[in-house]
């Protein structure tokens, strides 16, 4: 089978990340896989290279410059009647854009496959905003002519099917993988990560998360304070940066927890840091998926997190995780930290059912087999 996807970089993020790992094994079960992306740093080329899949890069300095995207537009055209794949599958904004309207304008012989990994529209940017000009004519149109639609969560297929009546498509939840290779790729040992932990008991919280208003790292702080009353032998590693890190580095020192808390703008290997610590703390507003919450299943670390949008399809409260109540208080996410900090028969439980639940739930093979059905049943 030919398969052609179409993203807006190869940066590492959620969905390039799923992307590799999907075109990966696809090409490992003879497919003929190509990749056609626009934007950043090429983080996955060298990687995609090294599986025998060839990715091509048709520049694109920002999202609104036409004249490119108007000769991107022409490149993928030109591509796509050349190679004459059977699948097209786009991820992301402009891609379903771009490959609407050369299914649409020109109506080529293909399967046109959308995945949806975030829980917006084309043009409200993030989750939340509400802004009036949404892009809501555009989702129906590409949601007309896609052969199918798949969601990355239970969340996102909500938030699309409360305003998009889709009697005709064919839709899909598929979720993401992750394998024993995951960490494989760029590894990059720092050792000064090693002398983060003070002594051997030290108690550490740690979140990775881009620093906005969605990700509530606010709450997080006024826990973790809460937290410091009765332990003062603990720190908090925040990995991430963003427009809120001045206001959440203001709310710390108002706190006096500043010299609690370690601020890391971005880290290239992040087993590492999940290895140092001792509970993985996502405390967001919402989430499409929240792929971190896997990789802290799979590094065998117990999460705390809340019980709403999809973290609550990926964290079951007493089972695999605490799950926090919509409303919580500062009171109960430090009770929560403290269970996991002195009950180990609790923390040894939740973190083994997390294990489980990861291998049937959230495996690269499952999430290969159910898109390989849908380009056939499409």
Sequence with gaps: MKILHVITSLNKGGAENH????????????????????????????????????????????NYNLIQIFIIFFKILKLIRKEKPDIVHAHLALPEILIFLVKFLYNLDFKFIVTKHLDSFILEGSYGQNKHLNGIFIEKMIFK???????????VKKYFSFKIKNSKNKTSIIYYGID?????????????????????????VLNIARHIPQKRIDLLLLGFNEFLKGNSNTK?????????????????????????????????????????????????????????????????????????????????????????????????????????KIDKIFRNRIVKNGKTELKYKFSVEKMYNQTQQIYINS
Aim: aromatic share 12%; net charge positive; hydrophobic share 40%.
């Design 19 to 62: 992307l590799f790992r999907l075109a990966t094994i696809q090409a490992q079960k003879k497919n003929d896989v190509k990749i056609i992306f626009f934007k950043g740093n090429s983080y996955w080329k060298k990687y995609l290279k090294k599986n025998k899949i060839n990715s091509i890069k048709f520049s694109l300095l920002n």
């Design 145 to 155: 002519y896609a052969n199918h639609i798949i969601f990355i969560s239970k969340n």
């Design 180 to 204: 024993r290779f995951y960490f494989n790729y760029g590894s990059i040992i720092n050792n000064k990560l090693k002398n983060l932990r003070d002594n051997k008991k030290q108690f550490i």
């Design 236 to 340: 908090l590693i925040l990995v991430g940066s963003g427009p809120d890190t001045k206001k959440l580095k203001l709310l710390s020192a108002n706190l006096r927890i500043t010299k609690k808390i370690i601020w890391i703008d971005y880290a290239e290997n992040i087993k590492e840091l999940f290895n140092i610590s001792d509970v993985f703390c996502l405390t967001s507003e919402y989430e499409g998926l929240g792929l971190v919450l896997l990789e802290s299943l799979y590094l065998k670390k117990p999460i705390i997190t809340v019980k709403k949008s999809a973290m609550n399809e990926i964290i079951k409260d007493s089972y695999n995780g605490i799950s926090l109540k919509n409303n919580f208080t500062s009171k109960d996410l430090s009770n929560c930290l403290t269970k996991l």
